[in-house]
C-alpha cells in the first residue's frame, strides 16, 4: 500500500538572465587627446520584486585615463553611475509562500567603447545579471511506512583459535630448552 507525504522545501521557481547596455558621458576640464584606459570596479547591485517586475538597483565606479595636451599629460577621470533596471519574470510553479531574490553578476560591467567629443568622453558599459526566483514550494513524495527488517548480529568466534589454545603444551619451555642444547 502506497502513502504519499507532502514535504515544503525551498527551490529556484524561475532563473533567468539578460544582458545591459548603459551609455553615458562625463565632463573634462581638459580637452582629451587619446584615450588610454577605462575600467569598471566597485559593481554593487540588489534586487526586488513587485508583482512580476523584479528591479535590480545598482551602481558602479569608472576610471577613465586619458591623454591631453597633445599627448604630454594624463589624467584620470572618476564618475560613480547608479542603474535601475526592470525585469519581468514569472514564477514556472505556484510558490507555497514568499519569494526570495537572488540576482548574481554572470559577466562583471565592462567598458566596451569609448570615444572623445570636445570635453566631453562617451562611453559604453556591457553588463550581464542573472536573477533567480526562490519560494517554498510542496513536493509530493511516496512513502513505504513498513519497517526494514533488522538484520542479526552474529558473534564471530575463530574455531580453530580456540582449538590452538586447547593444544597448549605444559612442557614446551622444557622441550624447546633440551631441543636447543643438543
Known amino acids: 500500500m502506497s502513502n504519499y507525504k507532502e514535504i515544503v522545501t525551498k527551490a529556484v521557481i524561475s532563473k533567468g538572465k539578460k544582458n545591459f547596455v548603459d551609455n553615458d ?20 547591485f540588489n534586487g526586488v520584486k513587485s508583482n ?40 514556472r510553479e505556484d510558490s507555497y509562500s514568499g519569494e526570495e531574490i537572488i540576482v548574481r553578476s554572470l559577466k562583471q560591467p565592462s567598458c566596451i567603447d569609448v570615444n572623445i567629443d570636445g570635453n566631453k568622453i562617451n562611453y559604453t558599459v556591457d553588463k550581464e545579471l542573472g536573477i533567480e526566483l526562490v519560494g517554498d514550494v510542496k513536493v509530493k513524495i511516496e512513502a513505504n511506512m513498513e519497517e526494514d527488517p533488522w538484520d542479526e548480529i552474529v558473534e564471530e568466534t575463530h574455531d580453530d583459535v580456540i582449538e590452538k589454545i586447547d593444544e597448549v603444551k605444559e612442557n614446551f619451555i622444557d622441550d624447546t630448552i633440551n631441543n636447543n642444547s643438543l
Open 25 to 44: 558621458s562625463v565632463e573634462v576640464s581638459n580637452n582629451p587627446s587619446t584615450i588610454l584606459g577605462c575600467w569598471v570596479i566597485n559593481h554593487n
Open 52 to 91: 512580476d517586475q523584479i528591479t535590480i538597483n545598482g551602481s558602479y565606479d569608472i576610471n577613465i585615463w586619458y591623454s591631453y595636451d597633445n599627448d604630454t599629460k594624463t589624467d584620470v577621470v572618476k564618475k560613480n553611475n547608479t542603474y535601475s533596471e526592470k525585469v519581468n519574470m514569472r514564477s
